[in-house]
């Protein structure tokens, strides 16, 4: 069983930049990969980013982040960070990191591959 806590959430307007992290505790072998999901208000959950625990280290991002929110990951820690830099008010949403299984060694950004969720950290961006 993996426990996954989110931090770094918050209030920032247009232009600014966020810091979110996961922590994960538990049985750590159980997984390959960590990835970080999105939901606004009456919207369907959408993958960002993803980055595998593997020793290629593949990351994946969504078209719309691709260059702003560059994932990392620290196995000494068991922390994957995601740091938010030129956030838009589209990227207002709960975000929810997870960690599951890599497809061939490279991690995917498909909610079913992740079978441990956190609780998530809400995002506002705002003026």
């Known amino acids: 069983q993996l426990q996954l806590v989110e931090s770094g959430g918050g209030l920032v307007q247009p232009g600014g930049s966020l810091r979110l992290s996961c922590a994960v505790s538990?049985?750590?072998?159980?997984?390959?990969?960590i990835g970080w999901f999105r939901q606004a208000p009456g919207k369907e959950r959408e993958g960002v980013s993803c980055?595998?625990?593997?020793?290629?280290?593949?990351?994946g991002y969504a078209d719309s982040v691709t260059g702003r929110f560059p994932i990392s990951r620290d196995n000494a820690k068991n922390t994957v960070t995601l740091p938010m830099n030129s956030l838009k008010p589209e990227d207002t949403a709960v975000y929810y990191c997870?960690?599951?299984?890599?497809?061939?060694?490279?991690?995917?950004?498909?909610?079913?591959?992740?079978?441990?969720w956190g609780q998530g950290t809400p995002v506002t961006v705002s003026s």
């Open positions: 997870a960690a599951g299984r890599s497809l061939f060694g490279s991690c995917v950004l498909v909610p079913r591959m992740y079978a441990y």
């Open positions: 980055i595998s625990s593997s020793g290629g280290s593949s990351t």
């Open positions: 538990g049985f750590t072998l159980d997984y390959d990969a």
